[in-house]
């Protein structure tokens, strides 16, 4: 293992030969590690299964319990299925998804991210059978990591653990809400009845964590050792709520963030961390992106509290804020020494999309040290995962199957017993340890697109396959990249995060596009008279978008209050305007309109103009 002074000799090599690192293949590294997701399948494999030496595992679970839990995934490198870390793993990829579905469309990876959300969803349906009902964990971290098998034949306990009114779990019924919330947005154009079912059963598991709290580790109590809730429940009831009125636009769960941001610690917490335990950050990020979309209304002195918590957390990364989180020598974001790259990741997608919110918006980065342009957010992201594919002082991927130098002995059960298709002598509980698991060779299958745990503090890394710390793999690892490696195959150039971006994934030939026409007064309620017209467009990605610009004149001899528009068939962002739910009225500044004025707002969208009209106005 090398010393840190060897580690500040090898950076000094490297500043002075920078052609010994070359550019990464982001659409390859995106493509592989979609794969990993298909080695962590557990119940009845598909047909298409890509990942040829998994098999069938897992078919009887749930049935001493009398429900059927087939299916989902294992977190890690063991055989367990453990509910909170699976339904972050299935959030972070849909949000990836709704992101950058047109990047992962055009790298030919939107279906299999779809199919990879769905392993998912598919399994929370089934355990969540009643409304206030949700099974949480399947199999027992201590029975079954005294054995080392294949999931395929595994002898260790697989009894199912479940939340209930009596025995609650906010945490895991928020997160669960969270990701079937998120992924309902995924399904609304390709499959809207299953995307309507995913949503019933969020409305269902968000009213069940919010009515009956409770950490979910003092109800799942075998849990506690390995994930162990230690932020407790109130931000996966905010991250929860987030999510819910990204799906469903209701103002209800709006008002919830609004009312319960500073009691829940939305608003107070100042994180360096984000990951699948601590949501803070972002919901911080979410309510962000909800203040500058201009969709707070009455809400936007709270939503301004939790965008300075958002600034906070850019800010500490970049290294310009009053606490700045720790770094490697070779720049890694460094918390802890197990599994530190599941914080590595969040914390990359976090940045990747608050870049695009804040360019999408025109906005800097407001940090102690002053303003940061948004680009240098993405170039940290970027910074991030070319360390993870190898530009660090190892040389070392830590994507497994990426480049050629990355670990070979993971510490993975699957991918360090020979696969049963080749071999199916049974691997007994303690033998497995024996045989496999003390091998000093590499592991007999190539478990492709694995994110490991990765360096310590110093850059070291050992490749052991008893060196879980490091070289344990992990879902909630890779499912933040998706977006990352999506967004940093597309190039740099900026785009508007605010414009709808989810794809259906069957792609269709496009219709012909008719240029809007520029209008003449389209409504007029009395004194009050609407314009529309057309003042700019361009053309992104195939696509047209124009910008509209829109002007209400005050026709009266009095001045115009309380006015209240609705516009329909509104795609994209809109700026210039108040907004308290699905209701539009003067800016926050603009107490009223005087006589014979007039005031000005914008839009931007890819179809025919908004249909903008005056719904009340009282005159003073």
């Known amino acids: 293992m090398a010393k840190p002074a060897s580690v500040a000799a090898l950076l000094l090599l490297l500043l002075c030969f920078p052609v010994a690192f070359s550019g990464h293949d982001y659409g390859q590294a995106l493509s592989k590690s979609l794969l990993f997701f298909e080695a962590q399948r557990s119940g009845v494999l598909p047909r298409n299964q890509r990942v040829t030496w998994r098999s069938h595992s897992g078919l009887s679970d749930g049935k001493s319990s009398g429900v059927n839990l087939v299916g989902g995934y294992y977190d890690a490198g063991d055989n367990v299925k453990f509910g909170l870390p699976m339904a972050f793993t299935v959030t972070m990829m849909a949000w990836s998804v709704i992101e950058y579905g047109s990047q992962l469309q055009a790298n030919g990876e939107l279906g299999n991210s779809i199919d990879a959300i769905k392993w998912g969803t598919d399994y929370f349906i089934k355990a969540h059978p009643e409304p206030n009902v949700l099974y949480g964990e399947v199999g027992d971290g201590n029975t079954d990591h005294y054995c080392w098998q294949r999931p395929e034949e595994m002898t260790t306990d697989r009894k199912a653990y479940r939340i209930d009114p009596s025995n609650p779990g906010s945490d895991l019924a928020g997160e669960t809400a969270a990701a079937m919330a998120a992924a309902s947005i995924v399904f609304r154009r390709s499959n809207p009845v299953y995307a309507r079912l995913l949503l019933t059963h969020a409305y269902q598991l968000f009213d069940f964590a919010d009515k009956y709290r409770g950490k979910y580790d003092s109800s799942i109590t075998v849990a506690q050792k390995y994930y162990r809730s230690v932020s407790g429940y109130n ?25 319960n941001g500073d009691a829940m610690g939305g608003t107070g917490w100042s994180m360096t961390e984000f990951g699948w335990d601590v949501k803070y950050a972002g919901v911080q990020t979410l309510v962000a992106k909800f203040l500058m979309q201009g969709k707070a209304g009455r809400h936007a002195p709270v939503f301004r509290r939790f965008k300075d918590k958002a600034d906070f957390f850019m800010c500490s990364l970049l290294g310009k804020g009053s606490r700045n989180i720790q770094k490697t020598p070779g720049g890694l974001i460094f918390r802890q020494r197990w599994n530190n790259m599941q914080f590595v990741t969040s914390a990359s997608f976090l940045t990747t999309v608050y870049s695009d919110y804040l360019t999408s918006s025109r906005s800097n980065l407001r940090c102690s040290s002053g303003n940061v342009a948004p680009s240098q957010l993405l170039s940290f992201a970027k910074s991030q995962v070319d360390y993870i594919l190898g530009d660090n002082p190892r040389a070392t991927s830590y994507m497994v199957g990426y480049g050629n130098n990355f670990p070979q002995r993971v510490h993975h059960r ?10 199916r002598t049974f691997v007994t509980c303690r033998g497995g340890y024996a045989t496999w698991f003390s091998r000093k060779g590499s592991d007999p299958n190539l478990l492709t697109g694995a994110i490991v745990g990765g360096p310590d503090a110093y850059d070291n890394f050992a490749d052991r396959r008893d060196n879980y710390e490091q070289t344990e793999p992990a879902t909630y690892n890779n499912a933040p990249l998706l977006g990352v490696l999506a967004r940093l ?5 900026g785009y508007s995060q605010f414009l709808p971006a989810v794809p259906a994934p069957v792609v269709r030939r496009p219709m012909p596009i008719r240029k809007p026409r520029v209008t003449t007064p389209v409504r007029a309620s009395g004194p009050v008279a ?18 509209y610009s829109t002007t209400v004149i005050n026709k009266s001899a009095r001045p115009l209050k309380s006015l209240n528009l609705s516009i329909k068939n509104l795609y994209g962002p809109i700026w210039g305007l108040s907004r308290s739910g699905n209701s539009f009225g003067l800016p926050s500044w603009m107490h009223s309109l005087p006589s014979g004025k007039s005031l000005e707002f914008v839009y931007i969208h890819s179809t025919t103009p908004a249909n903008v009209a005056v719904s009340s106005y009282t005159l003073a």
């Not at 991918?415 to 298709?421: A, L």
């Not at 609407?530 to 910008?547: A, E, L």
């Open 235 to 259: 931000d996966e009831l905010l991250w929860a709520a987030a999510w819910l009125y990204q799906a469903s636009n209701n103002q209800f769960y709006l008002d919830y963030l609004g009312r």
């Open 414 to 423: 699957g991918s360090s017993i020979v696969s049963v298709k080749v071999d």
């Open 489 to 493: 195959s597309s190039g740099h150039s």
């Open 530 to 547: 609407i314009v529309q017209k057309v003042t700019g467009s361009w053309v992104s990605k195939g696509r047209t978008y124009y910008r």
